[in-house]
Structures are given as C-alpha cells and as structure tokens.
C-alpha cells in the first residue's frame, strides 16, 4: 500500500482546509487509516483514525469539534476536513495505514504517506 497526502497549505486563523490521503492498491480500502501531525520541534502526535469501512472514528481530545475524517473507498482517498484552523495546529500531517482498527494512539501503522505541509497564520 503506497499513501500520499495532498491539500496542504498556508492558511489564515478561522480558516478550513480539507487534506486528502489517496491510497493505491485495490487492498487500501480494507485498511483502517490514521492521520497525524508533527510540528516544529515536536514529536509527531496522532490525530484521528478511521475504520475501513468508515464507521468507526477516533479524535484525539485536543481536535475533536474542530477535525473530521471521513473516507471513500471508491475513490481510495481517506480525508481530514479541519475547520477553525489555529496557529497550534501548523504541523506537517501525515496519514497512515494498518490493517486492523484501533482507537488507540499508540497503534503501529505499517505504511505511511509523505506528508503534506499545514501553515497557519495569526
């Protein structure tokens, strides 16, 4: 399973912006998948999971409300909507795969995605 995630960029504080994680091989779509995001000088947190089927999902505390993942399996592209974009959330976000769901945190995932750079201005 190959991942890239796109839709990143430099925003303004109050602003939404909508990453996207396509996934290639016909195998993605049975893949539970993750997002996360490090910022500068910070280790890499996760941010919020999702089953392969979509309906489970798990936040973490510090973006529920504001962060939404949501997917579609034929399309093999999984989505991160963030609105209400803060200064804290600049980071670079990754997402990632694994083959059975988990809502914990600290869940290894197998495959992993580039990362796509988030920018927020005050």
């Known amino acids: 399973v190959q991942l890239q995630a796109s839709g990143g960029g430099l925003v303004q504080a109050g602003d939404s912006l909508r990453l996207s994680c396509a996934g290639s091989?016909?195998?993605?779509?049975?893949?539970?998948t993750g997002w996360f995001r490090q910022a500068p000088g910070k280790e890499r947190e996760f941010v919020a999971v999702?089953?392969?089927?979509?309906?489970?999902?798990y936040y973490a505390d510090s973006v529920k409300g504001r962060f939404t993942i949501s997917r579609d399996n034929a399309k093999n592209t999984v989505y991160l909507q963030i609105n209400s974009l803060k200064p804290e959330d600049t980071a670079v976000y990754y997402c990632?795969?694994?083959?059975?769901?988990?809502?914990?945190?600290?869940?290894?995932?197998?495959?992993w995605g580039q990362g796509t750079q988030v920018t927020v201005s005050s």
């Open positions: 990632a795969a694994r083959t059975s769901y988990s809502s914990s945190p600290q869940a290894l995932y197998a495959y």
């Open positions: 091989g016909r195998t993605f779509s049975s893949y539970a």
């Open positions: 999702i089953s392969w089927s979509g309906a489970s999902t």
